[in-house]
């Protein structure tokens, strides 16, 4: 598909470390070679070291401005997540673009340390290594934290006292609550990065209706898909990575703030402020999420 955005204008990331997960395909892989033209040592942060490797090759060989390398990260496994974290212990890391994750599975799957597939992939992973690298991030100077919602995050709904979803599974429900977690997870990253002056700035995006393999290998394919192209409201991955990128780099990025496309429906369109999900306006919400994934994935950011 091609691209029919022109592409964002953002300073030089020259000197920036930037790690972005998921940077395969898709949206990771458009922000990651964003973030390299505009001069940022990016790492691709990935499950599939081969193919992030292929990659790597491809963003630097168009775009020698940055540099792309790559390290393994398996978000759905807690210890993958601990021996990433480990490799930037003594760096500064300058940009954190959390996109990895997996559609909406047929049955309830678990990961390796027993969570729900979908919620440790999406969610608890990114969860775990923002506050792994809380002190990397603090190092630098008001350092990026992006993290990747959906349009279907609306349609989520969290309990905090079941975030593996034992007792209400759903394919699309507990894709859904994951995105909408993300976005949560950002508004009260920055409500604690403000109270205890660590430092960052926290943002969420969504890439609307993106043409990507996440998108092509979800539920909404099929009769979805032949929609978005024939009304055109489908987009290119590199458009749709334009809030992730705005987010990562753009001086008119509000702290806290939540973008995506400002087309018909949020579906595709240039970079503008997206409407946030009701539990997402919700203080007592945000910190009841926070808390129960604080316990739940053993990592608290109150002893980085």
């Not at 905090?160 to 394919?171: A, G, I, M, V």
């Not at 990065?193 to 099929?222: C, I, K, V, Y």
């Amino acid at each position: 598909m091609k691209d029919r955005l022109t592409p964002l204008t953002i300073p030089s990331r020259k000197g920036r470390l930037a790690i972005v997960t998921g940077a395969s395909s898709g949206i990771g892989k458009a922000t990651a070679r964003a973030l390299g033209l505009a001069g940022a040592d990016v790492v691709l942060a990935v499950r599939d070291v081969d193919k992030g490797a292929a990659v790597a090759a491809e963003l630097r060989a168009e775009h020698p401005e940055g540099s792309h390398t790559v390290a393994e990260l398996d978000t759905a496994d807690l210890a993958s997540v601990e021996r990433f974290a480990d490799r930037y212990v003594d760096v500064r890391v300058d940009i954190l673009v959390l996109n990895a994750g997996i559609g909406a599975t047929r049955r309830r799957d678990v990961s390796v340390d027993g969570h729900e597939l979908v919620m440790a992939s999406n969610y608890f992973g990114h969860f775990a290594l923002t506050g792994r690298l809380l002190e990397p991030l603090r190092r630098a100077s008001r350092a990026r934290v992006v993290t990747v919602g959906s349009l279907v995050a609306d349609h989520g709904r969290i309990r905090p006292d079941d975030l593996d979803f034992e007792r209400r599974w759903s394919r699309r429900g507990t894709y859904a609550a994951s995105k909408l977690a993300m976005v949560m997870f950002a508004r009260e990253l920055q409500r604690h990065s403000t109270a205890g002056e660590w430092g960052l700035n926290a943002h969420a995006a969504h890439p609307g209706w993106s043409s990507t393999g996440l998108f092509a290998n979800s539920s909404t394919a099929g009769a979805g898909g032949f929609l978005g192209r024939a009304t055109g409201l489908m987009q290119s991955a590199a458009d749709g990575a334009q809030p992730v990128v705005f987010c990562a780099a753009s001086r008119q990025a509000a702290a806290g703030g939540y973008y995506g496309p400002i087309g018909l429906f949020g579906t595709s369109g240039p970079v503008g402020k997206a409407a946030l999900p009701r539990p997402a306006r919700s203080a007592k919400a945000l910190t009841a999420l926070w808390q129960a994934t604080e316990e739940l994935v053993g990592v608290s950011f109150s002893q980085n």
